[in-house]
């Protein structure tokens, strides 16, 4: 049987997850977008497609799922649950359901303990399932570490890095990190939260320490930007030296026996593309990639979780509670 899916949200992530949910096999049958100039459009077109689909993007949630009514809701709107907490709701009242992006729901339940208690709720009564995930957080930073934690005899640190280029990255991106900015700019935007750079390296030592049967006793964030030190031209983008040309941010997580956990992020203009897992104890362990594409990677995860949800018990899950992941044939040969 074909999995019926409905977009929620059809932005640049969006359009990349409903790209990626067609090519994967999965039959979209409607899209919800706020914007108005993609509403009423047709939805292959918006996202990118050589070709219509005949589904037309509407600005009524309730609607849409009550007349689609999809196996799946796959949900991009916004990275702050308490923003799209409303939207989940109304998602998980059709009885369908819901992979989100949003970064603080693949851990809610330390920024935001009180709405996880009435997701979870609210996903038992109409008997559906609720997860955040993508490939940070819910993959690269917490997931990935923790299975890499499997060999140990002994543990006591783990620290996982994720560098990336940001002249690779999308503009939104690029714009969410204050690229380009002096960094008095940067300072004032980033408190005031007009930009944001990374948002979950709580929710990813939270995720790491819960596979791992740990207790975080004491998390800390911080992010600052790199400044650039010369100027830094590519074909859309010029950083003078003094601007923004990056930022780094740190999660780290000191845990009840004193066992330590640090996420790390660097975008960096022109920086290189790796992740690093570092785990010390018996034996210790030290593992290097050669970068892996985020944008991609977040709509791919969504994609290929779906079964993990479809056959998860119903409430408000997080990754390591819905079965090991991975790529999964989809459509029957």
């Known amino acids: 049987m074909d999995i019926k899916a409905v977009l929620y949200g059809v932005g640049a992530i969006g359009a990349l997850i409903g790209r990626v949910a067609i090519k994967r096999g999965v039959k979209l049958v ?3 977008d706020i914007d108005p100039a993609k509403v009423g459009k047709d939805l292959g077109i918006v996202i990118g497609l050589e070709e219509k689909l005949g589904i037309k993007i509407s600005k009524d949630p309730g609607t849409t799922l009550s007349k689609c009514k999809p196996d799946i809701v796959l949900h991009a709107t916004g990275s702050f649950l308490d923003r799209v907490y409303p939207q989940l709701i109304g998602a998980m009242e059709s009885g369908t359901d ?37 490939i940070n957080p819910g993959f690269i930073l917490d997931l990935l570490p923790a299975i890499m934690s499997t060999p140990l005899i002994e543990f006591t640190f783990l620290k996982a890095t994720r560098c990336l280029d940001v002249l690779k990255r999308r503009r939104t991106f690029q714009r969410k990190i204050g690229l380009g900015l002096t960094p008095r700019v ?26 791992m049967g740990l207790k975080v006793k004491n998390v800390e964030e911080r992010q600052e930007p790199i400044i650039a030190e010369r ?21 780290e997580g000191i845990c009840n026996d004193g066992r330590k956990i640090i996420v790390e992020l660097i975008a960096l203009a022109g920086g290189d593309d790796f992740e690093e897992i570092i785990l010390e104890g018996e034996p210790s362990i030290k593992w290097r990639s050669s970068g892996t594409p985020g944008d991609l990677a977040t ?6 979780m779906i079964p993990n949800v479809l056959n998860a018990e119903a409430g408000l899950l997080t990754i390591n509670d819905v079965g090991i992941p991975s790529w999964k044939e989809l459509t029957s040969n």
Do not use: Q
């Open 30 to 32: 409607g899209a919800v």
């Open 98 to 134: 819901v992979i989100s992006t949003c970064e603080t729901l693949a851990y809610p339940y330390y920024r935001y303990p009180k709405l996880s208690k009435l997701l979870d709720t609210h996903a038992k009564i109409h008997d559906v399932t609720l997860l955040g995930c993508g």
């Open 186 to 211: 940067w300072r004032r935007k980033y408190s005031e939260g007009e930009i944001t750079g990374h948002v979950g390296y709580a929710e990813s030592v939270f995720l790491i320490a819960s596979m």
């Open 231 to 251: 100027d830094i031209k590519s074909k859309d983008v010029l950083i003078r030296e003094g601007e923004v040309a990056g930022i780094r941010g740190i999660g």
């Open 299 to 304: 709509a791919a995860i969504l994609v290929n």
